[in-house]
């Protein structure tokens, strides 16, 4: 099954998608993901979208297809995928038609005023990529990783002004894919404001 998980920053899309990617044994694509691994590793690629990441604006599509389009390549993705953070405009969906047809798209729903403090007080592990929240889900032992100890991260474009970038750029590019789904009728709503358990049931209800 070919999935893909739509939604504005900070709904929980990544949290969940590593949860069902788990369940479903299929593998986890984050665009969002490879992008900062290629930024870490300081690859052309990676020196060339840092400063669209930071700021909170979209990579140049031609970039994160072509990255896309290599991962796809692999053949774990053959028996399906969880896409998440693509597509992040029409174009992006209109490209993605041609070589990877999506059987589902589930939209996080989740107003504004909850994503703010969900983004800003997020912290990630830069080595196993684990997601906590300092008020939802605090690490055990503050700062470091439960599971391998390394310390964590505050996303660069998780401070309040890249924030702010991030959510005006939802609204005026991606918001619009949601309607482009709708019409195929392939998109479902999932309330993404309940606990993280909650939210789970609600997506084994939508690909039900
Ligand atoms: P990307 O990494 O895709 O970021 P995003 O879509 O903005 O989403 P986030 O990762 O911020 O949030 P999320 O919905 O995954 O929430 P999470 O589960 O972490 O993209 C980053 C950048 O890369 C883009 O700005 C762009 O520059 C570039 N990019 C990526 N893809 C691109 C593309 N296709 N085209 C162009 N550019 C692209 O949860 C958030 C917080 O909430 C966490 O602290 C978590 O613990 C907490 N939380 C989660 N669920 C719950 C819950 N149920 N209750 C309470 N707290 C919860």
Redesign the pocket.
């Known amino acids: 099954m070919m999935i893909a998980f739509l939604?504005p920053?900070?709904?929980?899309?990544?949290?969940?998608a590593k949860l069902l990617a788990s369940e479903l044994h299929v593998p986890h694509l984050?665009?969002?993901?490879m992008?900062r691994a290629a930024v870490k590793a300081r690859t052309p690629l990676g020196v060339e979208v840092e400063g669209?990441?930071t700021a909170?604006?979209?990579?140049p599509?031609r970039l994160?297809l072509g990255l896309l389009r290599e991962r796809l390549r692999a053949p774990d993705t053959a028996g399906g995928c969880l896409l998440?953070?693509?597509?992040?405009n029409v174009a992006?969906a209109e490209a993605l038609r041609e070589f990877l047809p999506l059987d589902r798209v589930l939209y996080?729903d989740l107003p504004e005023q909850e994503l703010l403090p969900?983004?800003t007080?997020?912290r990630s592990c830069p080595t196993c990529g684990t997601?906590?929240?300092l008020r939802?889900?605090p690490p055990k032992h503050a700062g470091h990783c439960d599971r391998d100890g390394a310390e964590l991260i505050h996303r660069p474009?998780d401070r309040l002004e890249a924030v702010r970038t991030?959510l005006q750029v939802y609204q005026g590019e991606t918001a619009p894919v949601l309607e482009y789904y709708r019409a195929k009728g392939l998109l479902r709503t999932i309330p993404?404001g309940?606990?993280?358990e909650e939210?789970r049931a609600a997506i084994r209800r939508a690909l039900a």
């Open positions: 939604g920053p900070g709904a929980g899309k990544g949290t969940q984050s665009t969002g993901d992008l669209f990441m909170g604006k979209l990579v599509d994160v998440d953070g693509y597509p992040r992006q996080f969900r983004l007080e997020r997601i906590y929240n939802s889900h474009d991030r993404a309940g606990s993280v939210v």
